[in-house]
């Protein structure tokens, strides 16, 4: 392919020019890799990301990611464009629950409201009463007036969301984060340590016995935004490490500890320059989604959306 005879100022300079001719912005999660970071024009959470998207007048979003976030992004924005770089970019949590399984639960539970993590399919979001990000599980719970409530599909933001909001009974699925969840707490006490003088901030996907070990808990940008914010000056990082870049670019009187080096999320990495260059000269790949599926999908994002 000739263009891999392009240099990286070469491939950024096209990126650039592409986006122009196509009207079109680059969105990027907190876990994408760097270069991918750098060319975006909005790097953020998932929930940040999805009120973005749906407030922008671009006709083309690039969203470096993975599916279920340009999903997301789709069903907010049908008139739009939504491009995935990398089709595989997938979410294996996302795919741990069905839209068929959800069905056969809410049948066991009928006066229960329905919860699911964003992190999820538009088929699941279609079967939800609202939507929530781990940016705001806690707040769209407590916004509820139904007590018992079914939550899909992390097993880990669900057990802390029901600490949080002990008033509710959460019926809790079985997903996890392949990359979250395998954190051992052996694994924390160790890096507590080595950095005893080091705050400790954590994602709500990680194992309730792990989150007990934090001293904040929050998604992506709720950590980044703790950590610039605060006056210490030691952190371990407990989420993917994609939040390194900006934390260590942002904040260099601080000091940053990644809490595992396992803690890498393949799918997120799939982007790259490359991939977001091909996106937008071929435009591909085009999200879309089955519009009465969208229609109600739509509906459990626009509720938790007013919830903020
Ligand atoms: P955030 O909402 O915190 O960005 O997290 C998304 C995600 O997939 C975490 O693994
Ligand atoms: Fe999914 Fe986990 Fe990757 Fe987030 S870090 S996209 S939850 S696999």
Not at 99 to 127: D, F, G, M, T
Not at 180 to 205: M, N, Q, T, W
Request: charged content about 30%.
């Amino acid at each position: 392919m000739w263009f891999a005879k392009m240099d990286k100022q070469e491939m950024i300079k096209r990126i650039k020019e592409l986006k122009e001719e196509r009207n079109a912005v680059i969105v990027a999660h907190n876990y994408q890799v760097d270069e991918v970071q750098e060319i975006a024009d909005v790097v953020g959470d998932s929930f940040a990301l999805s009120r973005y998207c749906a407030n922008s007048d671009k006709n083309v979003i690039v969203f470096c990611g993975v599916h279920f976030m340009a999903e997301s992004a789709k069903i907010l924005s049908p008139e739009k464009t939504v491009l995935l770089p990398e089709i595989d970019a997938g979410c294996p949590m996302a795919d741990m629950v069905t839209a068929e399984e959800l069905r056969e639960k809410k049948k066991q539970h009928p006066q229960a409201a329905v919860v699911c993590y964003i992190n999820s399919s538009a088929e699941v979001k279609a079967e939800s009463d609202i939507c929530c990000t781990s940016s705001n599980a806690v707040k769209v719970i407590r916004s509820l007036k139904e007590k018992d409530i079914i939550f899909v599909p992390d097993q880990n933001l669900g057990s802390y969301v029901a600490s949080q909001v002990p008033e509710k009974n959460i019926i809790l699925w079985h997903g996890y984060c392949i990359t979250h969840h395998r954190i051992k707490p052996e694994e924390v006490k160790k890096i507590k340590e080595l950095h005893p003088d080091a705050l400790l901030l954590i994602h709500p996907e990680c194992a309730p016995e792990v989150v007990a070990y934090a001293d904040f808990v929050g998604s992506t940008k709720q950590i980044i935004d703790y950590a610039a914010s605060s006056s210490h000056k030691k952190f371990i990082i407990g989420t993917e490490m994609g939040v390194m870049y900006k934390l260590k670019k942002d904040n260099p009187d601080k000091e940053f500890y990644l809490m595992s080096p396992g803690l890498i999320c393949p799918n997120m990495k799939k982007t790259s320059l490359k991939s977001v260059y091909t996106a937008l000269s071929e435009m591909k790949y085009r999200i879309e989604i089955d519009e009465d599926i969208r229609v109600r999908a739509r509906k459990a994002l626009d509720r938790m959306l007013e919830v903020e």
